[in-house]
T-cell receptor, first 112, second 114 residues
Framework: KQEVTQIPAALSVPEGENLVLNCSFTDSAIYNLQWFRQDPGKGLTSLLLIQSSQREQTSGRLNASLDKSSGRSTLYIAASQPGDSATYLCAAPNQAGTALIFGKGTTLSVSS | DAGVIQSPRHEVTEMGQEVTLRCKPISGHNSLFWYRQTMMRGLELLIYFNNNVPIDDSGMPEDRFSAKMPNASFSTLKIQPSEPRDSAVYFC????????????FGSGTQLSVL
């Protein structure tokens, strides 16, 4: 059974810092991994999708990496801004490959 | 594209009442998912439909929960009778055919059962 864990649960940083969010998953036979952002009271927005054949995926100041062999993914945020404050969730496919299993997220607070 | 549309946005009801949550997926998406989010348990998959057919309902907590997808543009999640422990945010999400496609979420329904 796929399980997804995210560390840390919460993170506070000053504006301008580079930071790394961590995600680990138990079933490494995955075909992709996705990172999402959730603002308070809102739904989830997909940020990055990394295919199993890729090691990295970039979008603006965001870079996500995937290491299937170790069951880990990281989300790197460069030059953080107050607008980056949100909860970030990673999700990996279940064993059937039909649906996503989510971690509990890392709540990020960036102060100006 | 209007995105995934859920209604109602908020629902407050009393224990024992029937609750129906509604979802309209993105046009052309043939996979639909219902998730439940709580502080304690995070996001939990309840049920997954593909081409309007329920494929995996192993996450549905009890017989009090049921979901239907009568056509490609509409799905419902029903709780009967509702209990206070059902209080949560319920999300609907949809995806185009291939499992490597991104998942798109609605804004959710905040359910409070008193």
């Amino acid at each position: 059974k796929q399980e997804v864990t995210q560390i840390p649960a919460a993170l506070s940083v000053p504006e301008g810092e580079n930071l790394v969010l961590n995600c680990s998953f138990t079933d490494s036979a995955i075909y992709n991994l996705q990172w999402f952002r959730q603002d308070p009271g809102k739904g989830l927005t997909s940020l990055l999708l990394i295919q199993s054949s890729q090691r990295e995926q970039t979008s603006g100041r965001l870079n996500a990496s995937l290491d299937k062999s170790s069951g880990r993914s990281t989300l790197y945020i460069a030059a953080s801004q107050p607008g980056d404050s949100a909860t970030y969730l990673c999700a990996a496919p279940n064993q059937a490959g039909t649906a996503l299993i989510f971690g509990k997220g890392t709540t990020l607070s960036v102060s100006s | 594209d209007a995105g995934v549309i859920q209604s109602p946005r908020h629902e407050v009801t009393e224990m024992g009442q029937e609750v129906t949550l509604r979802c309209k997926p993105i046009s052309g998406h043939n996979s639909l998912f219902w998730y439940r989010q709580t502080m304690m348990r995070g996001l939990e998959l309840l049920i997954y439909f593909n081409n309007n057919v329920p494929i995996d309902d192993s996450g549905m907590p009890e017989d009090r929960f049921s979901a239907k997808m009568p056509n490609a543009s509409f799905s419902t999640l029903k709780i009967q009778p509702s209990e206070p422990r059902d209080s949560a945010v319920y999300f609907c999400a949809s995806r185009a055919g291939h499992a490597n496609e991104k998942l798109f979420f609605g804004s959710g329904t905040q359910l409070s059962v008193l």
